[in-house]
Every structure is written in C-alpha cells, then in structure tokens.
C-alpha cells in the first residue's frame, strides 16, 4: 500500500497560479497511475486529471483543460499538478489518488478505481 502526502495549497486570487505536490512513500512508484480529484464544500469527489504509469497519458477534466498540467516525477517519487488562471470555481480540497492494479499503461478517471487516497490540500481562490 503507498501513502500519499498532497502539499502547495493556499489562498490565492484569481488568476493566480499554484503547483499542488503529491509525494509517494511505501510502494513501487512506476506501477501506480495516479490522478487528483478535488471536493469542494457539499459537492462530491470530482475528476481533476489523470496520468498514466509512464506519464505518456494524460486526461483532463473539460473545466480544467488548457489551465491545468499534471506531470510526474519518477526520480522523486511526485506528482504534480501545475494549475494556472484560477477562479473561485477551482475552490476545494485537493486529492491525490494511486491505482496499482493495472497492467497496462492506461490512464484512469473514475473515483471508484483509485485505492490509495491523500488526506488532501486546500485549495481557496478568492475573487
């Protein structure tokens, strides 16, 4: 079983940027497909974006594309969530999520697939 560790969130205004970390201990890192999901206040857990084992695959979430980049470092045993132009809308908790069952490099978007989960990061953007 990993454990993952989210940090780098804060209060920012709109437009602002922040890069989000998840660090992984306790597993074989090259074997999880990881993604975020982020929650806000009375809402459900929700798809943020996706990568593959490799990093080749990449999915994002429509709200999300073309403002926010998910990288990930095999070298630090990290995955990153670069996000930029945010608004009030991105205002959740932010979780880090792994997935070690796959045998392919595939890229994995729903909640239920993901069996390691971060205690999260907060997020707020004010307007």
């Known amino acids: 079983q990993v454990q993952l560790v989210e940090s780098g969130g804060g209060l920012v205004q709109a437009g602002d940027s922040l890069r989000l970390s998840c660090a992984a201990s306790?597993?074989?890192?090259?074997?999880?497909?990881m993604a975020w999901f982020r929650q806000a206040p009375g809402k459900e857990r929700d798809f943020v974006a996706a990568i593959s084992r490799s990093g080749g695959k990449l999915r994002y979430a429509d709200s999300v594309k073309g403002r926010f980049t998910m990288s990930r470092d095999s070298a630090k045993n990290t995955v990153y969530l670069q996000m930029n132009s945010l608004s009030p809308g991105d205002t959740a908790s932010y979780y880090c999520?792994?997935?070690?069952?796959?045998?392919?490099?595939?890229?994995?978007?729903?909640?239920?697939?993901?069996?390691?989960w971060g205690q999260g990061t907060q997020v707020t953007v004010s307007s």
């Open positions: 999520a792994a997935a070690s069952w796959l045998l392919t490099d595939a890229v994995l978007t729903g909640r239920s697939q993901y069996s390691d």
């Open positions: 306790g597993g074989t890192f090259s074997r999880y497909a």
